[in-house]
């Protein structure tokens, strides 16, 4: 973390940014449905941590958002549910961003350091140059964000910076289930941010895993994507034993 950086970033003015102010309308795509881009769109804002735990998705909010119809959004809410990004609560239907317990925190964890670890310790043999000056430039930038207390930029950038390196693992299918499971990561993220000294912790293991990929190091990439999973599973337990759930849901 840079000079000047906050001990956490999701405080005061900082913590009113996020949500629907960092999504842009939709620039439609020739060949590609309404219904895709829009679903695209909004799984990479969960992925992102744009969108935040207890947080409802609004048809009408989001349609407008976007700039397409109320029915492309609603197909789209109905995949990002049946793929566990979003839930329906209340006699309203209404979607919303799952809130997680410990339980299912912890399992996502595990489940995170085996399918991760194993598609970073296989980047470390397949990664390009060209990829990796990617990944580096993507450490930079939540560098910068976490000195400048970005939440916003540091979040695309981390989920920029671990989709880079599944990708480099050049395995399809193990990259499906990694992105999954991040749509109910992304958001916990944005609520880790909040512990002091998370970013340190986080931006030290990134540089760690950045020099291993640039070193071929295949067991050393492993060890620091775990440690940046588990050490943030953990700020992240910190976080919800000390915020009563009320508290958590965005106002």
Known sequence: MGP???????????????????????????????????????????????????????????????????????????????????????????CRVPLVGPEALAEIRDIRVELEGMATERAAALVTAAQLRLVTNACRLMERAAGTGDADLYL???????????????????????????????????????KPGHLDHSMECHWLVERALRSGDAPAARSAILRDITGAARDLEDVLETTPTDARRPR
Do not use: C
Request: proline share 5%.
């Open 4 to 94: 000047g950086a906050e001990p956490g970033m999701e405080s005061g003015a900082e913590a009113s940014r996020g949500g629907w102010s960092q999504i842009r309308p939709i620039a439609f795509e020739d060949g590609k449905t309404a219904q895709a881009q829009v679903y695209e769109t909004l799984r990479g804002a969960l992925m992102s941590g744009h969108l935040r735990p207890g947080e409802d998705i609004s048809l009408r909010q989001a349609a407008a958002t976007l700039g397409t119809s109320v029915t492309p959004v609603r197909e789209a809410l109905r995949q990002l549910e049946i793929e566990g990004g979003l839930e329906v609560h209340g006699r309203n239907r209404t």
């Open 156 to 194: 695309e950038n981390n989920w920029r910076f671990h989709s880079l390196i599944y990708r480099a693992a050049r395995r399809p299918r193990l990259l499906e289930m990694i992105e999954r499971l991040w749509l109910s990561t992304g958001p916990l993220v944005r609520l880790a941010l909040s």
